[in-house]
């Protein structure tokens, strides 16, 4: 009886960094890339190479490992100079013992904004810089929205609550932060903020809401 030995082609797969497939939007401080060989005889790896680019054809690696016999599957410090914001394109190319030979596809992983500083603008109309834009229809909340949120207090959930409600912010707040032209103009603990407010404007602000 006549056999056929099934042909088999090595293949890379699982291909991870920091244990995440094509990470998004992490701080990963120093990469470690990893992956997974199948479908090969090949008893032992001889070496792997890694490959780093910015672009996905690799027209310009910024990292590249060579042929390392010290390449572990398990991960590969990537040591470079991490930019925020930016995607980064990797690819390994394996040999095995047994001379097979093979390049995995491209994966990549994309950094946070690492010690970029945060900046943001607020969403309003164009209005003369002294404009104080107002909706006509007056919103209540009422007495038993404001239970629910005192009894989710008392349960420690962390909430951030954006109200005018001053009574409601001095019971159930533990700390409290009063916003003027979209600057923070002073915050503190609710005794504080209430009974010894030092901002002139949060001091009118109160004297007409309390």
């Known amino acids: 009886m006549q056999t056929h030995r099934k042909e088999r082609n090595m293949k890379i797969q699982r291909m991870k960094t920091n244990r995440i497939v094509n990470p998004l939007g992490f701080d990963l401080k120093t990469p ?3 992956w997974t060989v199948t479908d090969t005889e090949a008893k032992k790896q001889l070496w792997a190479r890694v490959e780093v680019s910015k672009t996905e054809d690799f027209a310009e690696v ?3 490992t060579g042929a390392c ?5 398990l991960g590969v410090p990537v040591k470079i100079a991490l930019e925020p914001r930016t995607r980064y394109f990797w690819r390994v190319t394996v040999m095995g013992d047994n001379g097979e030979l093979v390049t995995s596809d491209t994966a990549w992983f994309e950094t946070a904004k ?6 943001a603008q607020r969403i309003s109309p164009c209005l003369a810089p002294d404009t104080a834009p107002y909706m006509r229809r007056a919103f209540e909340i009422t007495g038993e929205v404001l239970n629910v949120m005192k009894q989710l207090a008392e349960k420690h ?3 951030i609550v ?3 409600e001053m009574g409601f912010a001095k019971e159930v707040g533990s700390r409290v932060i009063f916003i003027d032209a979209g600057q923070i103009k002073e915050q503190a603990k609710p005794e504080e903020f209430f009974e010894n407010p030092k901002d002139p404007r949060l001091k009118e602000f109160l004297s007409k809401i309390l």
Do not use: N
């Open 162 to 164: 954006v109200t005018h």
């Open 32 to 34: 470690h890339v990893s």
């Open 157 to 159: 959930t962390t909430m």
């Open 114 to 119: 690492l010690d970029e500083p945060f900046t």
């Open 62 to 64: 910024i990292f590249d």
């Open 69 to 73: 016999k010290t390449a572990s599957s």
